[in-house]
């Protein structure tokens, strides 16, 4: 029982990483109608981002978050303005395929410049915890959720309140019409990406908090991701969003086939509530 | 693009390629003969998804599954029947795959573009958990198979696949089996209205698929002497058809095997000159045919205006 209510927090600390990275692909997918099998790649260079700035000049990772968003920002802009703008209403089959080359060069970039050696990030605070009763909960993993909301509602506002998430929306609704009404159709398509990839940086950096990081360490959150959209919808309003992350707590782990079952039957009691 | 094209030229010629391929044996090089081997093996998968994926037009990224269940066949008829007959296990994993392709055919068809394409991911993944665990087919540790003593006996078996399978390709295309999945995949609705029954030709199609698949599975297992989950169920073979057919040309009878051919020429010149980056270099590759030959190299000779024409066309899909 005690194991229950432990996997129940852990569960609940960790949806909330896979709720970012979750994010960030079904605005992808939601908007552009592309599946974006680099979100893996985006998500490892951002806990690359962290690492770097860690190691080199000692940053705290919660304060590389900004940077590696920016950063992430930056090269989605420029991958999908000129590189997948070439195929964006081609057959899903064309960009599916575009993607996982992209996430091939990118995860081999990285292994070259970064190597494969597994690295990890420990901050002054990595281990300490606090208990409620008999659940232990990590500072660490608290704090990631916390951001990991901050970010989630800060999406929500830019999406309804900016003219440029209104002009986002219209896109996604009808593209030749939004072009009528005079939206620059391959920027905002470039911006879209460049959200998703940033927010995939930002999610590396709370990973890479928790995780360790190796250059492949992205593809099974994207995996996840998938199952999240699929079950959570594609729309990015929050109450969907809340789903979204209640069912990335359902992910399986590499343990023995019980202790799965055991996990998983936590992880939906959770779902139940939403 | 309609129809399934067939350049008589270029499908002679590569029936031509294919010839010339059985003779790989009589060179007595076992680089050679592993290199085309898997050049045959990689064209049988890719001229199988080409059924579902491009004649039909639905993207299956699970078609490993048939390959690993083909390759399982062979692996447990050695292990609990102690068969090396090439022909029964080829024959018990056609059958297995069929099987395995019509039960989950009738439901995951009904799935549609990206939805499909993840679902039979999905399937792939699991497949692959779930026969690992399987203690009756080797579990974790998985099956060592005792080869045939004459080796080459394996690459004529893959030959013998691959022609059969271009075969059955070519044949398909040119019958009333093939209008039938053309029609399914320009317009599923449509074809229903005018009496076309989708999931039946669905179901066939993914079936006719699956059993190119498992094949070539059945014939690798014996060939490869050792067959485990990661070994049967590798990305690599779930990938690399697709990206050989999209190459060649998605939907022609000839693409496939053009494609696998001109594929494995890159990446093994990459992978034996470049072994640090060759991966790398694939993804690149990748990337560039995709973005300028979105419908492969045999659109090269059907499109007008030649090389200007391609170039032209590079940002027909932008917005």
């Known amino acids: ?197 940033g927010l995939a940086g930002a999610a590396g950096v709370l990973i890479s908090l928790s995780y360790s990081i190796e250059p492949t360490m992205g593809d099974p959150f994207v995996i996840t991701a998938f199952v999240v959209c699929v079950l959570g919808g594609l729309e990015a309003c929050r109450a969907r969003s809340w789903a979204v992350s209640s069912t990335a707590w359902w992910r399986p782990s590499g343990r023995s086939t019980s202790e799965r079952a055991c996990r998983m039957r936590s992880r939906w009691s959770c779902c139940s509530w939403f | 693009m309609g129809g399934i094209t067939g350049n008589a030229i270029v499908v002679r010629i590569t029936a031509a390629l294919l010839v010339l391929l059985a003779f790989v044996p009589l060179l007595h090089n076992s680089y050679d003969e592993n290199l085309g081997r898997s050049v045959l093996m990689f064209a049988t998968l890719s001229m199988g998804w080409n059924v579902i994926g491009g004649y039909t037009g639905y993207v299956s990224f699970g078609n490993v599954v048939f390959f690993g269940i083909g390759a399982y066949t062979t692996a447990a008829l050695w292990q609990h029947w102690h068969s090396q007959s090439i022909a029964l296990s080829v024959a018990c994993a056609i059958v297995a795959g069929v099987a395995f392709a019509v039960v989950l055919g009738v439901p995951i068809l009904r799935l549609r573009g990206h939805y499909f394409g993840i679902a039979t991911l999905g399937i792939a993944l699991a497949t692959q958990e779930i026969i690992s665990n399987i203690d009756w087919l080797g579990g974790g540790t998985g099956v060592t198979i005792r080869q045939l003593d004459d080796y080459s006996a394996y690459y004529y078996a893959m030959w013998a696949v691959c022609a059969a399978s271009m075969l059955a390709s070519y044949l398909i295309s040119r019958s009333k089996l093939g209008y039938a999945f053309v029609a399914v995949r320009e317009n599923e609705e449509a074809a229903a209205v005018l009496g076309v029954n989708p999931t039946r030709y669905k179901v066939t199609a993914w079936a006719i698929s699956a059993a190119m698949a498992a094949a070539a599975g059945a014939v690798f297992a014996g060939a490869n002497g050792f067959m485990d989950g990661p070994t049967a169920f590798a990305i690599d073979n779930n990938v690399f058809p697709i990206v050989m057919a999209i190459l060649g040309g998605v939907g022609t009878v000839a693409g496939p095997l053009v494609g696998a051919l001109i594929l494995t020429a890159i990446n093994e010149t990459l992978w034996s000159h470049f072994p640090q980056i060759h991966t790398l270099f694939f993804g690149a590759v990748i990337v560039l045919v995709v973005v300028f030959l979105p419908r492969g190299i045999l659109w090269l000779l059907a499109v007008r205006g030649g090389w200007k024409g391609v170039l032209a066309s590079v940002g027909a899909y932008r917005v």
Do not use: C
């Open chain 1, 1 to 197: 029982m005690q194991l229950f209510w432990q996997d129940l927090v852990n569960g609940l600390l960790a949806g909330g990483i896979f709720a970012v990275v979750a994010l960030g692909f079904s605005l992808v997918w939601g908007i552009m109608n592309i599946i974006n099998l680099a979100h893996g790649a985006f998500i490892m260079l951002g806990a690359y981002v962290a690492y770097v700035m860690f190691t080199a000049w000692h940053v705290d990772p919660f304060l590389s978050l900004p940077v590696a968003f920016v950063v992430l920002f930056a090269l989605g802009y420029a991958i999908q303005r000129y590189i997948i703008n070439f195929v964006v209403r081609a057959p899903i089959l064309t960009t599916f395929l575009l993607t996982f080359g992209l996430s091939l060069l990118v995860v081999n970039v990285a292994l070259l410049i970064f190597h494969g050696d597994i690295k990890g990030i420990e901050t002054s605070y990595s281990g300490s915890n606090f208990s409620i009763g008999s659940v232990t909960i990590a500072w660490v993993k608290l704090w990631t959720l916390v951001a990991a909301l901050a970010i989630t509602a800060l999406m929500q506002v830019f999406l309804t309140t900016s003219r440029t998430g209104r002009a986002i929306r219209a896109t996604a609704q009808d593209v030749d019409a939004a072009q009528l009404t005079g939206v620059r159709v391959a920027h905002l398509y470039a911006i879209v990406f460049a959200l998703g990839a």
